[in-house]
């Protein structure tokens, strides 16, 4: 396995433009999903997919937040607009499309909004 | 809805000396439980899980997990500490009986072992 990789790991912007990450997940993983962490918290979950499929989306996925998975492989989450609170880690996770999946995560993106 | 509470923001401990960091969850179904361990500016590498069988599991580094049903918990251990072992802690769920996949984290336990 090469594991989870995310680009970039670092952006700053500034508060109104709009940013988009990307995440390749391992190879043979059909699931992606995606996660925000904020300083001294847990991981928080936005959404996931099972190859282009998007199945689940947290609330917390506001209007502003899109993401994308069209070939089933890598997937991209853009930001609109962007504000101070979006500020966080976006962090990345991958598994196989089984019951008792293990989800793996990847090194995330730190995003700082100015 | 689940959750999951880590009730230690940290715990301190001696090198060569067990370790406990605590964990209790709330789920409606079946409880599949992990436990995640972070580096600075590092993602998460996965250490453990419980999904069913043996309440005892055991996982990466030396580290075990005991699943306990009727007190809700799923306490990381470890016998013998390691000064490499300080990092931030954290422990999932997921209901089992769901087709949903989103793991839900505790706030994180910052585990520091002193030489």
């Known amino acids: 396995d090469t594991g989870v990789s995310q680009n970039p790991r670092h952006k700053i912007t500034k508060r109104g433009q709009n940013v988009t990450f990307r995440c390749d997940p391992i190879?043979?993983?059909?699931?992606l999903y995606w996660y925000r962490q904020t300083l001294g918290q847990g991981p928080e979950f936005l959404t996931y997919f099972q190859n282009e499929a998007q199945l689940e989306k947290s609330r917390l996925l506001s209007d502003r937040f899109s993401a994308e998975r069209p070939k089933g492989s890598f997937s991209t989450l853009e930001i609109q607009r962007t504000e101070q609170g979006d500020s966080a880690m976006y962090l990345c996770?991958?598994?196989?499309?089984?019951?008792?999946?293990?989800?793996?995560f990847g090194p995330g993106t730190r995003l700082t909004v100015l | 809805a689940q959750s999951v509470a880590q009730p230690e923001d940290q715990v301190n401990v001696a090198e060569g000396n067990p370790l406990t960091v605590k964990c209790t969850y709330s789920?409606?179904?079946?409880?599949?439980l992990f436990w995640y361990v972070q580096y600075p500016n590092r993602g998460l590498q996965f250490l453990l899980k419980?999904?069913?069988?043996?309440?005892l599991v055991k996982g990466s580094y030396g580290f075990e997990a005991e699943f306990n049903k009727s007190q809700t918990s799923f306490h990381l251990k470890k016998p013998s500490a390691l000064v490499s072992d300080s990092a931030l802690y954290f422990c999932a769920v997921r209901d089992g009986d769901t087709g949903r996949r989103a793991l839900t984290f505790g706030s994180g336990t910052r585990l520091q072992v002193q030489p």
């Open positions: 996770a991958s598994s196989r499309a089984t019951g008792l999946d293990t989800q793996y």
């Open positions: 190879s043979e993983h059909n699931r």
């Open positions: 419980y999904i069913t069988g043996d309440n």
């Open positions: 789920v409606s179904g079946n409880p599949y």
